[in-house]
Protein backbone atom coordinates (compact mmCIF):
# COMPACT_ATOMS: atom_id res chain seq x y z
CA UNK A 1 0.00 0.00 0.00
CA UNK A 2 2.41 2.34 0.42
CA UNK A 3 4.40 1.96 -2.88
CA UNK A 4 0.90 2.25 -4.06
CA UNK A 5 0.73 5.98 -2.48
CA UNK A 6 3.91 6.88 -2.94
CA UNK A 7 3.62 5.90 -7.19
CA UNK A 8 -0.04 7.78 -6.45
CA UNK A 9 1.46 11.53 -5.19
CA UNK A 10 3.85 10.65 -8.25
CA UNK A 11 0.96 10.29 -11.01
CA UNK A 12 -0.81 13.50 -9.78
CA UNK A 13 3.18 15.47 -9.69
CA UNK A 14 3.33 16.36 -5.73
CA UNK A 15 0.35 19.22 -6.03
CA UNK A 16 -1.12 20.48 -3.62
CA UNK A 17 -3.73 22.31 -2.60
CA UNK A 18 -7.03 20.56 -5.25
CA UNK A 19 -5.08 18.21 -5.69
CA UNK A 20 -4.02 17.25 -1.98
CA UNK A 21 -7.86 17.07 -1.45
CA UNK A 22 -8.27 14.78 -4.20
CA UNK A 23 -5.62 13.06 -3.38
CA UNK A 24 -6.75 12.39 0.08
CA UNK A 25 -10.18 11.54 -0.82
CA UNK A 26 -8.74 8.67 -3.31
CA UNK A 27 -6.78 7.47 -0.79
CA UNK A 28 -10.03 6.89 1.56
CA UNK A 29 -11.66 5.33 -1.16
CA UNK A 30 -8.80 2.91 -1.80
CA UNK A 31 -8.27 2.30 1.78
CA UNK A 32 -12.22 1.50 2.31
CA UNK A 33 -11.95 -0.44 -0.91
CA UNK A 34 -8.75 -2.33 0.65
CA UNK A 35 -10.44 -3.45 3.94
CA UNK A 36 -11.55 -6.86 2.31
CA UNK A 37 -9.30 -6.88 -0.70
CA UNK A 38 -9.92 -10.47 -1.72
CA UNK A 39 -13.28 -11.03 -0.20
CA UNK A 40 -15.15 -10.83 -3.25
CA UNK A 41 -15.31 -13.16 -5.18
CA UNK A 42 -16.10 -11.07 -8.40
CA UNK A 43 -13.32 -9.09 -9.76
CA UNK A 44 -13.19 -5.09 -9.04
CA UNK A 45 -10.80 -2.49 -10.65
CA UNK A 46 -10.59 1.29 -10.89
CA UNK A 47 -8.97 3.38 -13.93
CA UNK A 48 -8.03 6.88 -14.15
CA UNK A 49 -9.19 9.76 -16.16
CA UNK A 50 -6.66 9.05 -18.70
CA UNK A 51 -7.14 5.19 -18.29
CA UNK A 52 -4.35 3.96 -16.16
CA UNK A 53 -4.93 0.81 -13.98
CA UNK A 54 -4.99 1.99 -10.76
CA UNK A 55 -6.62 -1.21 -8.19
CA UNK A 56 -7.49 -4.49 -9.11
CA UNK A 57 -8.28 -7.61 -7.12
CA UNK A 58 -6.98 -10.87 -6.71
CA UNK A 59 -10.67 -11.87 -8.85
CA UNK A 60 -9.11 -9.58 -11.52
CA UNK A 61 -6.35 -11.50 -12.42
CA UNK A 62 -7.51 -13.31 -15.87
CA UNK A 63 -9.19 -9.64 -16.51
CA UNK A 64 -5.32 -7.60 -16.46
CA UNK A 65 -4.29 -10.65 -18.01
CA UNK A 66 -7.10 -9.85 -20.97
CA UNK A 67 -6.29 -5.94 -20.80
CA UNK A 68 -2.83 -6.73 -21.06
CA UNK A 69 -1.72 -4.07 -17.96
CA UNK A 70 -0.21 -4.18 -14.55
CA UNK A 71 -0.80 -1.81 -12.09
CA UNK A 72 0.17 1.92 -13.36
CA UNK A 73 -0.21 0.93 -16.66
CA UNK A 74 -2.57 2.45 -19.34
CA UNK A 75 -5.50 0.21 -21.04
CA UNK A 76 -4.83 0.72 -24.73
CA UNK A 77 -6.86 3.06 -26.37
CA UNK A 78 -9.17 1.86 -28.30
CA UNK A 79 -10.12 -0.55 -25.56
CA UNK A 80 -10.11 2.73 -22.65
CA UNK A 81 -12.51 4.72 -25.45
CA UNK A 82 -15.04 1.50 -25.15
CA UNK A 83 -15.30 1.63 -21.55
CA UNK A 84 -15.20 5.37 -21.21
CA UNK A 85 -18.30 5.45 -23.55
CA UNK A 86 -20.41 2.09 -22.37
CA UNK A 87 -19.82 4.26 -18.73
CA UNK A 88 -21.38 7.41 -19.78
CA UNK A 89 -24.18 5.44 -21.96
CA UNK A 90 -27.64 5.13 -20.14
CA UNK A 91 -28.44 2.86 -18.87
CA UNK A 92 -24.77 2.13 -18.67
CA UNK A 93 -23.60 -0.90 -21.06
CA UNK A 94 -21.86 -3.90 -20.22
CA UNK A 95 -18.56 -4.36 -22.17
CA UNK A 96 -17.59 -8.21 -22.93
CA UNK A 97 -13.86 -9.30 -22.34
CA UNK A 98 -12.50 -12.55 -23.64
CA UNK A 99 -9.52 -14.17 -21.61
CA UNK A 100 -9.02 -17.46 -22.49
CA UNK A 101 -11.32 -19.64 -22.72
CA UNK A 102 -13.57 -17.93 -20.11
CA UNK A 103 -15.57 -14.18 -20.86
CA UNK A 104 -16.10 -11.59 -18.50
CA UNK A 105 -19.00 -9.01 -18.39
CA UNK A 106 -17.64 -5.41 -17.39
CA UNK A 107 -19.77 -2.92 -16.10
CA UNK A 108 -17.93 0.73 -16.10
CA UNK A 109 -19.46 2.76 -13.28
CA UNK A 110 -18.07 6.40 -13.33
CA UNK A 111 -17.40 8.08 -9.68
CA UNK A 112 -17.28 11.56 -10.50
CA UNK A 113 -16.20 12.44 -6.97
CA UNK A 114 -12.56 10.67 -7.82
CA UNK A 115 -13.10 11.29 -11.44
CA UNK A 116 -12.58 7.38 -11.93
CA UNK A 117 -14.23 4.36 -13.31
CA UNK A 118 -14.68 1.45 -11.41
CA UNK A 119 -15.24 -1.70 -13.59
CA UNK A 120 -16.97 -4.25 -12.08
CA UNK A 121 -16.81 -8.01 -13.24
CA UNK A 122 -19.01 -10.91 -13.81
CA UNK A 123 -17.92 -14.37 -15.19
CA UNK A 124 -20.69 -15.58 -17.69
CA UNK A 125 -18.77 -18.21 -19.13
CA UNK A 126 -21.15 -20.47 -18.52
CA UNK A 127 -24.28 -18.52 -19.74
CA UNK A 128 -22.71 -17.57 -23.19
CA UNK A 129 -22.32 -21.06 -23.64
CA UNK A 130 -25.76 -21.74 -22.92
CA UNK A 131 -27.27 -19.17 -24.77
CA UNK A 132 -25.66 -19.79 -28.03
CA UNK A 133 -26.89 -23.19 -28.39
CA UNK A 134 -29.95 -22.89 -25.89
CA UNK A 135 -31.85 -25.88 -28.08
CA UNK A 136 -29.40 -28.05 -29.16
CA UNK A 137 -28.76 -29.93 -25.81
CA UNK A 138 -30.38 -33.44 -26.68
CA UNK A 139 -31.31 -33.30 -22.46
CA UNK A 140 -33.99 -31.27 -20.70
CA UNK A 141 -32.84 -27.88 -19.67
CA UNK A 142 -34.79 -25.08 -17.84
CA UNK A 143 -34.27 -21.89 -16.26
CA UNK A 144 -36.26 -20.14 -13.04
CA UNK A 145 -35.93 -16.52 -12.63
CA UNK A 146 -35.40 -14.77 -8.61
CA UNK A 147 -39.39 -15.41 -8.53
CA UNK A 148 -39.07 -19.43 -9.27
CA UNK A 149 -41.02 -18.54 -12.83
CA UNK A 150 -40.12 -20.46 -15.72
CA UNK A 151 -38.39 -18.02 -17.80
CA UNK A 152 -36.66 -20.89 -20.33
CA UNK A 153 -37.11 -24.36 -21.35
CA UNK A 154 -35.35 -26.66 -24.25
CA UNK A 155 -37.04 -28.65 -26.57
CA UNK A 156 -35.92 -31.51 -24.41
CA UNK A 157 -37.32 -30.66 -21.23
CA UNK A 158 -41.39 -30.25 -23.23
CA UNK A 159 -41.96 -33.69 -21.32
CA UNK A 160 -40.80 -32.46 -17.80
CA UNK A 161 -42.57 -29.09 -18.77
CA UNK A 162 -46.03 -31.17 -19.79
CA UNK A 163 -45.58 -33.25 -16.18
CA UNK A 164 -45.49 -29.94 -14.02
CA UNK A 165 -48.31 -28.50 -15.96
CA UNK A 166 -46.80 -25.40 -16.39
CA UNK A 167 -46.24 -23.38 -19.10
CA UNK A 168 -43.27 -20.01 -19.67
CA UNK A 169 -43.78 -17.13 -17.44
CA UNK A 170 -45.72 -19.62 -14.54
CA UNK A 171 -43.82 -20.55 -11.37
CA UNK A 172 -42.62 -23.94 -10.45
CA UNK A 173 -44.71 -25.91 -8.21
CA UNK A 174 -43.92 -25.24 -4.78
CA UNK A 175 -43.59 -28.60 -3.46
CA UNK A 176 -41.11 -29.01 -6.60
CA UNK A 177 -39.21 -25.80 -5.78
CA UNK A 178 -39.03 -26.78 -2.20
CA UNK A 179 -36.89 -30.10 -2.79
CA UNK A 180 -34.97 -28.53 -5.42
CA UNK A 181 -33.83 -25.98 -1.94
CA UNK A 182 -33.40 -28.75 -0.13
CA UNK A 183 -31.32 -30.41 -3.01
CA UNK A 184 -29.21 -27.23 -3.26
CA UNK A 185 -28.58 -26.96 0.55
CA UNK A 186 -28.32 -30.88 0.53
CA UNK A 187 -31.06 -31.42 2.88
CA UNK A 188 -33.04 -33.39 0.61
CA UNK A 189 -32.49 -35.42 -2.33
CA UNK A 190 -33.10 -34.11 -6.43
CA UNK A 191 -36.65 -34.39 -7.09
CA UNK A 192 -37.37 -36.64 -9.64
CA UNK A 193 -40.35 -36.31 -12.10
CA UNK A 194 -42.54 -38.43 -14.71
CA UNK A 195 -43.69 -37.48 -17.74
CA UNK A 196 -44.37 -39.50 -20.85
CA UNK A 197 -43.41 -42.71 -19.47
CA UNK A 198 -40.02 -41.36 -18.56
CA UNK A 199 -38.43 -40.39 -15.17
CA UNK A 200 -36.34 -37.67 -15.17
CA UNK A 201 -34.13 -36.31 -12.01
CA UNK A 202 -33.94 -32.26 -11.51
CA UNK A 203 -30.90 -30.99 -10.44
CA UNK A 204 -30.45 -27.01 -9.55
CA UNK A 205 -27.85 -24.48 -10.24
CA UNK A 206 -28.12 -21.24 -8.92
CA UNK A 207 -26.08 -18.86 -11.46
CA UNK A 208 -26.46 -15.73 -8.72
CA UNK A 209 -24.01 -13.04 -11.31
CA UNK A 210 -27.00 -13.81 -13.86
CA UNK A 211 -29.51 -13.49 -11.54
CA UNK A 212 -31.49 -16.75 -12.07
CA UNK A 213 -31.11 -20.87 -11.68
CA UNK A 214 -30.00 -23.41 -14.33
CA UNK A 215 -32.56 -26.64 -13.89
CA UNK A 216 -30.49 -29.87 -15.70
CA UNK A 217 -32.95 -32.92 -15.91
CA UNK A 218 -31.42 -36.56 -16.69
CA UNK A 219 -33.56 -39.50 -17.91
CA UNK A 220 -33.10 -42.18 -15.03
CA UNK A 221 -35.93 -44.10 -16.72
CA UNK A 222 -33.43 -47.34 -17.15
CA UNK A 223 -31.18 -46.38 -14.44
CA UNK A 224 -34.68 -46.80 -12.13
CA UNK A 225 -35.90 -50.05 -14.35
CA UNK A 226 -32.25 -51.34 -13.68
CA UNK A 227 -32.17 -50.94 -10.18
CA UNK A 228 -35.84 -52.00 -9.35
CA UNK A 229 -35.28 -55.29 -11.11
CA UNK A 230 -31.52 -55.82 -11.54
CA UNK A 231 -31.13 -59.58 -11.99
CA UNK A 232 -34.54 -60.37 -13.31
CA UNK A 233 -33.71 -59.74 -17.36
CA UNK A 234 -33.42 -63.16 -18.61
CA UNK A 235 -30.67 -61.92 -21.64
CA UNK A 236 -27.65 -60.58 -20.51
CA UNK A 237 -26.80 -57.03 -19.44
CA UNK A 238 -23.37 -55.40 -18.97
CA UNK A 239 -22.32 -51.88 -18.23
CA UNK A 240 -19.05 -50.58 -19.03
CA UNK A 241 -16.77 -47.84 -17.63
CA UNK A 242 -15.46 -45.61 -20.56
CA UNK A 243 -11.68 -47.43 -19.43
CA UNK A 244 -12.84 -50.12 -20.40
CA UNK A 245 -13.74 -51.61 -17.11
CA UNK A 246 -16.55 -54.37 -16.32
CA UNK A 247 -18.84 -52.85 -13.52
CA UNK A 248 -22.15 -54.64 -14.08
CA UNK A 249 -22.80 -57.96 -15.57
CA UNK A 250 -26.51 -59.77 -14.92
CA UNK A 251 -26.37 -63.22 -13.77
CA UNK A 252 -27.77 -64.15 -18.04
CA UNK A 253 -24.38 -62.54 -18.91
CA UNK A 254 -22.22 -65.17 -17.06
CA UNK A 255 -21.62 -67.15 -20.52
CA UNK A 256 -20.40 -63.83 -22.19
CA UNK A 257 -18.23 -62.88 -19.17
CA UNK A 258 -16.69 -66.48 -19.37
CA UNK A 259 -15.60 -66.15 -23.09
CA UNK A 260 -14.47 -62.64 -22.41
CA UNK A 261 -12.60 -64.08 -19.16
CA UNK A 262 -14.01 -60.47 -17.52
CA UNK A 263 -14.84 -60.76 -14.12
CA UNK A 264 -16.55 -57.10 -12.33
CA UNK A 265 -14.13 -54.56 -11.36
CA UNK A 266 -11.51 -55.62 -13.95
CA UNK A 267 -10.60 -54.60 -17.39
CA UNK A 268 -11.89 -56.12 -20.37
CA UNK A 269 -10.22 -57.52 -22.95
CA UNK A 270 -8.24 -54.59 -25.07
CA UNK A 271 -9.63 -55.79 -28.16
CA UNK A 272 -12.91 -55.86 -26.77
CA UNK A 273 -13.01 -52.81 -24.68
CA UNK A 274 -11.62 -51.14 -28.26
CA UNK A 275 -14.61 -52.77 -30.14
CA UNK A 276 -17.21 -51.53 -27.21
CA UNK A 277 -16.04 -48.10 -26.94
CA UNK A 278 -15.95 -47.62 -31.21
CA UNK A 279 -19.59 -48.70 -31.19
CA UNK A 280 -20.61 -46.75 -28.24
CA UNK A 281 -19.35 -43.47 -30.48
CA UNK A 282 -21.86 -44.53 -33.36
CA UNK A 283 -25.16 -42.48 -33.45
CA UNK A 284 -27.43 -45.77 -34.58
CA UNK A 285 -26.19 -48.07 -32.25
CA UNK A 286 -23.80 -50.67 -33.20
CA UNK A 287 -23.76 -54.85 -32.82
CA UNK A 288 -21.21 -56.99 -32.06
CA UNK A 289 -21.22 -61.02 -32.01
CA UNK A 290 -19.04 -63.21 -29.40
CA UNK A 291 -18.94 -66.90 -29.01
CA UNK A 292 -19.51 -68.77 -25.61
CA UNK A 293 -19.68 -72.57 -25.01
CA UNK A 294 -21.53 -73.14 -28.33
CA UNK A 295 -23.83 -69.96 -28.27
CA UNK A 296 -23.61 -67.13 -30.37
CA UNK A 297 -24.56 -64.02 -28.67
CA UNK A 298 -25.37 -60.44 -30.32
CA UNK A 299 -23.96 -57.39 -28.42
CA UNK A 300 -26.75 -53.93 -28.98
CA UNK A 301 -23.45 -51.27 -27.29
CA UNK A 302 -25.24 -48.13 -26.39
CA UNK A 303 -24.03 -45.25 -24.95
CA UNK A 304 -25.38 -43.67 -21.72
CA UNK A 305 -24.45 -40.09 -21.44
CA UNK A 306 -25.95 -39.44 -18.10
CA UNK A 307 -24.78 -42.29 -16.32
CA UNK A 308 -20.79 -41.95 -18.39
CA UNK A 309 -20.77 -45.29 -18.99
CA UNK A 310 -21.83 -48.03 -21.68
CA UNK A 311 -24.46 -50.46 -21.51
CA UNK A 312 -24.31 -53.63 -23.39
CA UNK A 313 -27.49 -55.49 -24.15
CA UNK A 314 -27.23 -59.47 -25.23
CA UNK A 315 -28.75 -61.76 -27.41
CA UNK A 316 -28.57 -65.31 -28.13
CA UNK A 317 -29.09 -65.69 -31.54
CA UNK A 318 -27.85 -69.55 -31.98
CA UNK A 319 -30.75 -70.63 -32.95
CA UNK A 320 -31.29 -67.64 -35.62
CA UNK A 321 -27.75 -68.01 -37.03
CA UNK A 322 -27.93 -71.87 -37.62
CA UNK A 323 -31.54 -71.06 -39.48
CA UNK A 324 -29.14 -68.08 -41.54
CA UNK A 325 -26.50 -70.92 -42.34
CA UNK A 326 -29.13 -73.78 -43.30
CA UNK A 327 -31.05 -71.16 -45.48
CA UNK A 328 -27.90 -69.99 -46.92
CA UNK A 329 -26.92 -73.59 -47.69
CA UNK A 330 -30.31 -74.30 -48.99
CA UNK A 331 -30.17 -71.47 -50.87
CA UNK A 332 -26.63 -72.33 -52.56
CA UNK A 333 -28.03 -75.32 -53.37
CA UNK A 334 -31.28 -74.00 -55.02
CA UNK A 335 -28.74 -71.82 -57.48
CA UNK A 336 -27.01 -74.93 -58.24
CA UNK A 337 -30.20 -76.44 -59.73
CA UNK A 338 -32.31 -73.31 -60.83
CA UNK A 339 -31.20 -69.88 -62.08
CA UNK A 340 -31.33 -67.02 -59.95
CA UNK A 341 -34.07 -65.82 -61.32
CA UNK A 342 -36.53 -68.79 -61.71
CA UNK A 343 -35.80 -69.98 -58.04
CA UNK A 344 -36.90 -66.34 -56.44
CA UNK A 345 -39.91 -66.84 -58.57
CA UNK A 346 -40.70 -70.20 -57.09
CA UNK A 347 -40.06 -68.75 -53.43
CA UNK A 348 -42.71 -66.41 -54.08
CA UNK A 349 -45.62 -69.24 -55.10
CA UNK A 350 -44.91 -70.19 -58.74
CA UNK A 351 -46.31 -73.18 -59.64
CA UNK A 352 -45.49 -73.72 -62.93
CA UNK A 353 -42.86 -71.86 -64.65
CA UNK A 354 -42.79 -72.04 -68.37
CA UNK A 355 -41.27 -69.58 -70.99
CA UNK A 356 -40.98 -69.13 -74.56
CA UNK A 357 -37.59 -66.94 -75.93
CA UNK A 358 -37.68 -65.84 -79.17
CA UNK A 359 -33.70 -66.05 -79.84
CA UNK A 360 -31.48 -68.54 -77.26
CA UNK A 361 -28.01 -69.70 -78.27
CA UNK A 362 -27.69 -73.53 -77.16
CA UNK A 363 -24.19 -75.21 -76.88
CA UNK A 364 -23.32 -78.91 -76.36
CA UNK A 365 -19.84 -80.52 -75.70
CA UNK A 366 -19.56 -83.88 -75.62
CA UNK A 367 -16.63 -86.16 -74.96
CA UNK A 368 -14.98 -87.86 -78.11
CA UNK A 369 -14.24 -91.73 -77.57
CA UNK A 370 -15.50 -91.35 -73.73
CA UNK A 371 -17.16 -95.36 -74.28
CA UNK A 372 -13.17 -96.61 -75.17
CA UNK A 373 -12.03 -94.10 -72.79
CA UNK A 374 -14.51 -95.51 -69.83
CA UNK A 375 -13.51 -99.08 -70.38
CA UNK A 376 -9.84 -98.03 -70.23
CA UNK A 377 -10.06 -96.06 -66.33
CA UNK A 378 -11.52 -97.32 -62.91
CA UNK A 379 -14.95 -95.95 -62.14
CA UNK A 380 -12.82 -93.07 -59.62
CA UNK A 381 -10.59 -91.84 -62.45
CA UNK A 382 -13.35 -91.29 -64.31
CA UNK A 383 -15.48 -89.36 -61.99
CA UNK A 384 -12.65 -87.47 -61.07
CA UNK A 385 -12.02 -86.57 -64.86
CA UNK A 386 -15.30 -85.73 -65.70
CA UNK A 387 -15.37 -83.82 -62.16
CA UNK A 388 -12.66 -81.57 -63.13
CA UNK A 389 -13.49 -81.05 -66.78
CA UNK A 390 -17.49 -80.25 -65.67
CA UNK A 391 -16.76 -77.87 -62.68
CA UNK A 392 -13.80 -75.88 -65.10
CA UNK A 393 -16.78 -75.60 -67.85
CA UNK A 394 -19.11 -74.27 -64.43
CA UNK A 395 -16.88 -71.39 -63.46
CA UNK A 396 -16.78 -70.25 -67.67
CA UNK A 397 -20.63 -70.48 -67.72
CA UNK A 398 -20.66 -67.93 -64.12
CA UNK A 399 -17.75 -66.15 -66.18
CA UNK A 400 -19.20 -65.50 -69.48
CA UNK A 401 -23.01 -64.92 -67.64
CA UNK A 402 -24.78 -68.44 -69.12
CA UNK A 403 -26.67 -70.71 -67.46
CA UNK A 404 -25.90 -74.50 -67.28
CA UNK A 405 -28.75 -76.53 -67.98
CA UNK A 406 -27.21 -80.04 -67.37
CA UNK A 407 -24.66 -82.55 -67.92
CA UNK A 408 -26.14 -86.11 -69.59
CA UNK A 409 -23.09 -88.57 -69.07
CA UNK A 410 -20.50 -86.75 -70.76
CA UNK A 411 -22.29 -83.98 -72.43
CA UNK A 412 -22.63 -80.70 -71.20
CA UNK A 413 -25.44 -78.37 -71.86
CA UNK A 414 -25.28 -74.72 -71.67
CA UNK A 415 -27.12 -71.93 -73.50
CA UNK A 416 -27.27 -67.78 -73.61
CA UNK A 417 -30.33 -65.88 -73.73
CA UNK A 418 -31.82 -66.79 -70.16
CA UNK A 419 -30.03 -64.17 -68.20
CA UNK A 420 -28.81 -60.87 -69.11
CA UNK A 421 -26.50 -59.96 -66.08
CA UNK A 422 -22.99 -61.14 -67.99
CA UNK A 423 -20.30 -59.85 -65.87
CA UNK A 424 -17.78 -57.57 -67.60
CA UNK A 425 -14.56 -58.80 -69.22
CA UNK A 426 -11.49 -57.24 -71.00
CA UNK A 427 -12.42 -56.00 -73.86
CA UNK A 428 -16.38 -56.08 -73.61
CA UNK A 429 -18.98 -54.11 -70.98
CA UNK A 430 -20.79 -56.15 -69.07
CA UNK A 431 -23.85 -57.75 -70.65
CA UNK A 432 -23.71 -57.51 -74.01
CA UNK A 433 -24.96 -60.43 -77.19
CA UNK A 434 -25.14 -63.55 -75.77
CA UNK A 435 -24.22 -65.61 -78.97
CA UNK A 436 -21.25 -64.18 -79.13
CA UNK A 437 -20.93 -64.95 -75.05
CA UNK A 438 -21.64 -68.95 -76.01
CA UNK A 439 -18.71 -68.83 -78.87
CA UNK A 440 -16.21 -67.35 -76.78
CA UNK A 441 -17.18 -69.92 -73.72
CA UNK A 442 -17.10 -72.68 -76.79
CA UNK A 443 -13.40 -71.61 -77.52
CA UNK A 444 -12.54 -71.33 -74.16
CA UNK A 445 -13.74 -74.57 -73.48
CA UNK A 446 -11.52 -76.15 -75.69
CA UNK A 447 -8.56 -74.65 -74.31
CA UNK A 448 -9.31 -75.87 -71.19
CA UNK A 449 -9.60 -79.26 -71.82
CA UNK A 450 -6.43 -79.49 -73.56
CA UNK A 451 -5.01 -77.72 -70.44
CA UNK A 452 -6.55 -80.41 -68.48
CA UNK A 453 -5.82 -83.73 -71.00
CA UNK A 454 -1.98 -82.54 -70.55
CA UNK A 455 -2.19 -82.34 -67.20
CA UNK A 456 -3.85 -85.50 -66.63
CA UNK A 457 -1.51 -87.18 -69.10
CA UNK A 458 -4.27 -88.83 -71.01
CA UNK A 459 -6.32 -87.64 -74.69
CA UNK A 460 -9.60 -85.55 -73.94
CA UNK A 461 -10.98 -84.35 -76.71
CA UNK A 462 -14.36 -82.46 -77.26
CA UNK A 463 -16.84 -82.12 -79.80
CA UNK A 464 -18.79 -79.19 -79.58
CA UNK A 465 -22.16 -78.01 -81.45
CA UNK A 466 -23.85 -74.68 -81.51
CA UNK A 467 -27.49 -73.07 -83.09
CA UNK A 468 -29.11 -69.76 -82.43
CA UNK A 469 -33.24 -70.16 -82.36
CA UNK A 470 -36.79 -70.22 -80.14
CA UNK A 471 -37.03 -72.44 -77.50
CA UNK A 472 -39.04 -73.28 -74.49
CA UNK A 473 -37.82 -73.25 -70.89
CA UNK A 474 -39.27 -74.45 -67.71
CA UNK A 475 -38.86 -76.23 -64.67
CA UNK A 476 -40.45 -80.23 -64.32
CA UNK A 477 -40.70 -82.42 -62.16
CA UNK A 478 -41.44 -82.57 -57.96
CA UNK A 479 -38.62 -84.59 -56.47
CA UNK A 480 -34.99 -84.17 -58.08
CA UNK A 481 -36.88 -80.98 -60.26
CA UNK A 482 -34.98 -79.57 -62.97
CA UNK A 483 -34.65 -76.46 -65.40
CA UNK A 484 -34.71 -77.36 -69.01
CA UNK A 485 -34.96 -76.16 -72.23
CA UNK A 486 -37.19 -77.48 -75.40
CA UNK A 487 -37.37 -77.31 -78.97
CA UNK A 488 -35.78 -77.37 -82.51
CA UNK A 489 -32.88 -75.00 -81.61
CA UNK A 490 -31.78 -78.14 -79.02
CA UNK A 491 -32.23 -80.53 -81.05
CA UNK A 492 -30.36 -78.81 -83.73
CA UNK A 493 -27.35 -78.05 -81.05
CA UNK A 494 -27.16 -81.22 -80.56
CA UNK A 495 -26.92 -82.53 -83.84
CA UNK A 496 -24.02 -79.72 -84.52
CA UNK A 497 -22.18 -81.62 -82.08
CA UNK A 498 -22.69 -85.24 -82.18
CA UNK A 499 -22.32 -84.46 -86.49
CA UNK A 500 -18.82 -82.42 -85.55
CA UNK A 501 -15.41 -82.20 -85.95
CA UNK A 502 -13.10 -83.71 -82.51
CA UNK A 503 -11.96 -80.65 -80.98
CA UNK A 504 -13.86 -78.29 -82.99
CA UNK A 505 -16.84 -76.21 -82.76
CA UNK A 506 -19.45 -76.32 -85.38
CA UNK A 507 -22.32 -73.96 -85.79
CA UNK A 508 -25.55 -73.42 -88.14
CA UNK A 509 -26.45 -70.65 -90.41
CA UNK A 510 -28.75 -69.03 -88.03
CA UNK A 511 -25.40 -68.71 -85.79
CA UNK A 512 -23.12 -68.09 -88.30
CA UNK A 513 -24.92 -65.13 -89.54
CA UNK A 514 -24.91 -63.54 -85.46
CA UNK A 515 -21.15 -64.45 -85.45
CA UNK A 516 -19.52 -63.37 -89.14
CA UNK A 517 -18.71 -59.69 -88.49
CA UNK A 518 -16.53 -60.69 -85.33
CA UNK A 519 -15.62 -64.50 -85.48
CA UNK A 520 -13.38 -66.32 -88.61
CA UNK A 521 -15.10 -69.29 -89.81
CA UNK A 522 -14.57 -72.51 -91.89
CA UNK A 523 -17.94 -73.37 -94.28
CA UNK A 524 -18.21 -77.26 -94.05
CA UNK A 525 -20.60 -77.13 -96.85
CA UNK A 526 -23.94 -78.66 -96.61
CA UNK A 527 -24.23 -81.68 -93.56
CA UNK A 528 -26.90 -84.22 -94.05
CA UNK A 529 -28.09 -84.42 -90.32
CA UNK A 530 -30.24 -87.13 -89.01
CA UNK A 531 -33.86 -86.30 -89.05
CA UNK A 532 -33.03 -82.93 -90.73
CA UNK A 533 -31.43 -83.54 -93.91
CA UNK A 534 -28.44 -81.66 -95.60
CA UNK A 535 -27.82 -78.06 -93.13
CA UNK A 536 -25.00 -76.01 -93.84
CA UNK A 537 -22.42 -75.70 -91.50
CA UNK A 538 -19.21 -73.80 -90.35
CA UNK A 539 -16.39 -74.47 -88.23
CA UNK A 540 -15.91 -71.45 -85.87
CA UNK A 541 -12.22 -70.47 -86.00
CA UNK A 542 -11.44 -67.52 -83.37
CA UNK A 543 -12.55 -64.18 -82.70
CA UNK A 544 -11.04 -61.53 -85.22
CA UNK A 545 -9.39 -58.62 -84.30
CA UNK A 546 -12.00 -55.20 -84.91
CA UNK A 547 -9.75 -53.97 -87.94
CA UNK A 548 -10.05 -57.28 -89.94
CA UNK A 549 -13.88 -57.68 -89.44
CA UNK A 550 -15.26 -58.39 -92.89
CA UNK A 551 -18.63 -55.89 -94.04
CA UNK A 552 -20.90 -58.69 -95.58
CA UNK A 553 -23.25 -56.81 -98.20
CA UNK A 554 -24.14 -59.78 -100.59
CA UNK A 555 -25.09 -63.60 -98.85
CA UNK A 556 -22.79 -66.09 -97.97
CA UNK A 557 -21.88 -68.60 -100.73
CA UNK A 558 -23.79 -71.50 -100.56
CA UNK A 559 -22.00 -74.67 -99.18
CA UNK A 560 -21.08 -77.53 -100.61
CA UNK A 561 -22.80 -81.27 -98.95
CA UNK A 562 -20.61 -83.13 -97.13
CA UNK A 563 -21.21 -86.49 -95.75
CA UNK A 564 -21.88 -87.14 -91.81
CA UNK A 565 -24.13 -89.37 -90.11
CA UNK A 566 -25.00 -89.91 -86.42
CA UNK A 567 -22.18 -91.62 -84.48
Known sequence: MGRFRSWLRSALGGERGGHDRRFALLEREIEAINKFPDQNPNPVMRLDRDGHLLYANRASDPVIEALGVRLGDSVAAERWAELASAADASPRRVVELESGRRTFALLPVRVPALDVINLYGTDITAEKVVERFPDRNPNPVMRIGED??????????????????????????????????????????????????????????????????????????????????????????????????????????????????????????????????????????ETLEIRGEERIFELLVVSVYEFDAI?????????????????????????????????????????????????????????????????????????????????????LADRHGLEKIKTIGDAYMVVGGLIDDAPALPGRAAGGDHVQR???????????????????????????????????????????????????????????????????????????????????FESRGLVDVKGKGPLPAYLLVGALEPEAAPKHSAAAPRPQPVEATDP
Open 148 to 285: WNLIYSNAASAPIVRALGIELGDPIPADIAGQLNGALDGSAAAPEIQGDGRTYRLQAVVIPEAGFTNIYGTDVTAAKALDKFPDRNPNPVLRVARDGRLIYANPASATICRALGATVGAALPADFAERVLAAAETASG
Open 311 to 395: NVYGTDVTAAREVERASAENERLLLNILPASIADRLRRGEVVIADRFDEMTVLFADVVGFTQLSLELSPVEIVETLNAVFSAFDR
Open 438 to 520: VAEMGLEMLAEAGRLSHAAGRPLQFRVGMHTGPAVAGVIGIKKFIYDVWGDTVNTASRMESHGVPGRIQVTEATYQRLRDTFA
